[in-house]
């Protein structure tokens, strides 16, 4: 899996952009990643991972390249979004490239910042925006299905199992409901959705915006928070709330790393919201880290879990993949604990794995490989 990448959606001015421009402000030297000075509305982050800080500091490499988190701030939904000229190209585009959806829901009171609707309602505004992406899903699925249904007509099995598994989509998405909550039941159906690219298919998390006093003084007692984690709750989601203040955000991160531990010490913060924001992607969608280390380079690699050796190496190189012998590894915890590699081997925790082992988080991976 090549870097995550996050679509930031939300209602107008409910922080979506106080964040992203917070995130950019901790953005991943600008240089690097050419295509984000090109699009405003693309963010490149660093994985925060103190395990890569220790092993680049232990290997004395000279480089140190972390695993990085896309993010785009995905404007333009309202409420009717769906409706009348349908979501703008620029949005579709935006929003079908990423692998998860970011929804921010506000959930601060603030006089002198209108909410769109009046009040604030972080429950209806969580089913305005679903909804708008559930109606843009059906319109599509319909368009499939009045093609489908004219050769389902003529007797076409394949074409007749495609009706049935949009009959199924359309039922659901029509409720305002997300398609995911739709199994497939075999290979075809799973390949069917998938080429239907449709943004209710995408994973989720909610991020709930409150004020920074809310925030500081007194972490998840906001009532707003909860009434949104027990809609979530109610709807069986999977997806996590992240509870953080934007404008808080904005403040750490703009400050040097020095001056933000010790902002983050005063306000009694462990981390800024923004780690566990990455964080929580990489719950949602099964990511894992490996590490590989040496006097060149100390780095970061993004693979789903579950994923076999092999298939990692390929995430470093093709010709890792293809010519892999073995994967000499140890965890990363052992390496910490027992001080360095000779000590690791000498306790017998260095392993020589094979094409069938599955890469575990935190696994540093000497790659051996013949082409
Ligand atoms: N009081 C308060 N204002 C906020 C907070 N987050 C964002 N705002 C303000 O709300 C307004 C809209 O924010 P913006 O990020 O542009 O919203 P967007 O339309 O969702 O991108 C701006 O004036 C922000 O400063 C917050 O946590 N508390
Ligand atoms: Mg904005």
């Known amino acids: ?5 996050l679509g930031i959606v939300g209602l107008p001015n409910v922080g979506k952009s106080t964040l992203f421009n917070a995130l950019t402000e901790a953005g991943a030297d600008a240089a690097n990643y050419p295509f984000c000075t090109v699009d405003p509305n693309v963010g490149v982050v660093e994985m925060p991972d103190p395990r890569l800080d ?51 829901v506000r959930c601060f009171d603030d006089p002198d910042i209108a909410h769109v609707l009046g009040e604030v309602d972080p429950v209806r505004d969580r089913d305005i925006i679903n909804t708008e992406l559930a109606l843009a899903d059906l319109q599509k699925l319909e368009k499939r299905l009045e093609k489908v249904e004219k050769t389902a007509r003529s007797g076409d099995k394949d074409a007749q199992a495609e009706e049935r598994l949009l009959d ?28 239907y690219q449709l943004l209710t298919e ?28 027990d809609a979530v709750d109610r709807d069986h989601e999977p997806a996590e709330v992240v509870e953080l203040a934007a404008r808080l955000e904005a403040e750490l991160l703009a400050l040097d790393d020095d001056e933000r531990r010790q902002y983050l010490d005063e306000l009694g913060l462990h981390e800024p919201g923004l780690y566990r924001l990455i964080r929580a992607g990489y ?17 970061a690699w993004t693979i789903e879990r579950g994923t076999r050796a092999p298939r990692a190496a390929g995430e470093i190189h093709t010709d890792f993949e293809r010519g892999f012998i073995r994967a000499e590894t ?37 790659y051996r490989f013949n082409v």
């Open 168 to 195: 199924r989509l359309i039922e659901v998405l029509a409720e305002g409901e997300p398609a995911r909550l739709v199994e497939p039941q075999n290979e075809t159906e799973e390949r069917w959705i998938r080429g």
């Open 202 to 229: 995408k994973p989720e998390l909610y991020v709930a915006n409150v004020t920074e006093d809310e925030f500081l003084g007194d972490p998840g007692q906001s009532a707003y928070v909860q009434a949104l984690r």
């Open 1 to 5: 899996m090549p870097n995550l990448k």
């Open 54 to 104: 220790f092993l680049f500091e232990h290997s004395k490499a000279k480089e140190r390249i972390p695993a990085t988190v896309t993010f785009v701030d995905i404007a333009g939904l309202v409420e009717g979004a769906s409706q009348g000229e349908g979501l703008g190209n620029k949005f579709l585009a935006n929003i079908r490239e990423v692998h998860a959806i970011v929804h921010v």
């Open 283 to 299: 719950r949602l969608l099964g990511l894992i880290s490996f590490f590989t280390t040496g006097e060149k380079q100390s780095r």
């Open 330 to 366: 140890m965890a990363f915890e052992d390496l910490e604990e027992l001080g360095d590699e000779k000590a690791v081997k000498a306790a017998g925790k260095t392993r020589l794995e094979g094409k069938e082992y599955v890469v575990q988080d935190g696994d540093i991976i000497n």
